[in-house]
Nanobody, 124 residues
Framework: VQLQASGGGLVQAGGSLRLSCAAS????????MAWFRQAPGREREFVAL?????DYSDYVKGRFTISRDIVKNTVYLQMNDLTPEDTAVYYC?????????????????????WGRGTLVTVSS
């Protein structure tokens, strides 16, 4: 499975961006697709996932929406009301399974497939 993320860029605070991640290879219809992000000097952190359910980190809940096109093997992340704290490299991740526990599903080390990141910069 190869993942190709796109859609990052520079936006002012309060603005919106939509990230896309297209998977090539075997279908991930029964698996999990997720977004993580990593800001300078910080560890990679969970943002959102779609896999049996949708889930969001507390930092983005209510502002970000994850959606998925099973046919296109693509996941999207609509990001609204962006703040400078959202500035990071955003990574798409995928795994062939749906996780049994939330704790497992939000840990980056449990995902087998990763795309190159796309940079999101939010100016104040």
């Amino acid at each position: 499975v190869q993942l190709q993320a796109s859609g990052g860029g520079l936006v002012q605070a309060g603005g919106s961006l939509r990230l896309s991640c297209a998977a090539s290879g075997p279908s991930l219809s029964r698996g999990t697709m997720a977004w993580f992000r990593q800001a300078p000097g910080r560890e990679r952190e969970f943002v959102a996932l779609s896999g049996g359910r949708e889930d969001y980190s507390d930092y983005v809940k209510g502002r970000f929406t994850i959606s998925r096109d099973i046919v296109k093997n693509t996941v999207y992340l609509q990001m609204n009301d962006l703040t400078p704290e959202d500035t990071a490299v955003y990574y798409c991740a995928a795994d062939g399974i749906t996780f049994f526990t939330r704790d497992a599903s939000i840990r980056a080390r449990n995902y087998d497939y990763w795309g190159r990141g796309t940079l999101v910069t939010v100016s104040s």
